[in-house]
């Protein structure tokens, strides 16, 4: 094989999108814009690219499957027990499944309770979930997209946090509830936008919110909720700023003998199965599509960041 004759890695690298993508554009395969194919098929031109039939046949899938490309899927938490308690991050695999089908591209998901000091085994491209702007910024060795904000110039998709809090925030006072609590999250940007949402909604409302801290887990929000309860025990409605928060909020009223939604309504965010098996009134969050935006946008930077994705309250028994 002749060492110079260029090779699909460097018809990618020109035209500036993944492997994957550039073998799809040259061999007809539906999955990229007329604009992606028109930039493969030019670098390809430069180049002096020409493809062999046997690789045109590992490109159809009529021959064995080459040595694929990596994404990996990187997930800050602490909790040890995230990924079996959030339901969150079974969606966000969902999603990036289904935009991978039938590409040749591997995932690994990696999930760690802190950002990673080093970058030694970047893949060719990552999608970050809870990785604080400073680690993201140094990781710009790879390919990113965050889900949800991230540093300046990472490519990020996320839900409307913000107008989804203030529906949640909308629906409680147009039911009439005036004594209003809330257990927020850890200071990350989804957190902090639901907050802001929030807070801001029902202060152009006349309506002070009484709220406490957490951090996406049960057990914080259970705790959060019987101190508000302690300090404020006429309390008539709850926002908890993700599902399995207002999971943990949900068991201390009951715990503490209020009736849901006669003496307390709660409000949720997500709209994950959790919700719907509570009977939980929930912001829904399309987290399986912003994943799949995430990973399209990942392997073909050309294409449009989806920016924002529209969230809409489901309002159910608990409000």
């Avoid at 969050?285 to 392997?299: C, F, I, K």
């Amino acid at each position: 094989m002749d060492p110079h004759r260029p090779k699909l890695d460097d018809v990618a690298r020109l035209a500036g999108v993944s492997r994957t993508a550039a073998s799809r554009a040259i061999n007809g395969q539906p999955g990229t814009t007329d604009e992606v194919r028109a930039r493969v098929r030019d670098a390809a031109t430069r180049l002096g690219f020409r493809a062999h039939t046997a690789a045109r046949a590992l490109a159809s899938g009529r021959g064995a499957v080459g040595a694929a490309e990596t994404v990996e899927i990187l997930i800050v938490d602490p909790d040890p027990n995230a990924l079996g308690a959030k339901p969150y991050y079974g969606r966000v695999m969902t999603g990036v499944m289904r935009a991978l089908s039938n590409l040749d591209v591997s995932v690994r998901l990696r999930v760690v309770p802190s950002a990673p000091a080093s970058d030694d085994r970047p893949p060719f491209g990552r999608l970050l979930i809870n990785v604080p702007a400073p680690a993201a910024a140094a990781m710009r060795r790879t390919r990113s997209v965050s889900l949800g904000r991230s540093a300046p110039g990472i490519a990020y998709v996320a839900p409307d946090n913000e107008d989804g809090a203030r529906q949640a925030a909308q629906h409680l006072i147009s039911t009439g509830r005036r004594r209003i609590g809330a257990v927020f999250g850890p200071e990350m940007p989804c957190a902090e936008e639901r907050k802001a949402g929030f807070l801001d909604l029902a202060a152009s409302s006349g309506v002070d919110v009484t709220h406490r801290g957490g951090d996406f887990t049960r057990a914080t929000a259970y705790q959060a909720t019987c101190s508000l309860l302690d300090q404020h025990p006429d309390l008539d409605a709850i926002f908890a700023v993700c599902d399995v928060t207002a999971i943990g909020v949900l068991q201390a009223l009951r715990d503490t003998g209020r009736r849901v939604p006669d003496d307390v309504a709660l409000v949720g965010f997500d709209g994950s199965s959790l919700s719907e098996a509570a009977d939980l009134s929930s912001v829904y969050v399309p987290a399986e599509e912003e994943a799949a935006r995430a990973v399209s946008t990942l392997l073909d930077p050309a294409l449009a960041s989806a920016g924002r994705l529209p969230t809409i309250l489901a309002v159910r028994g608990s409000s």
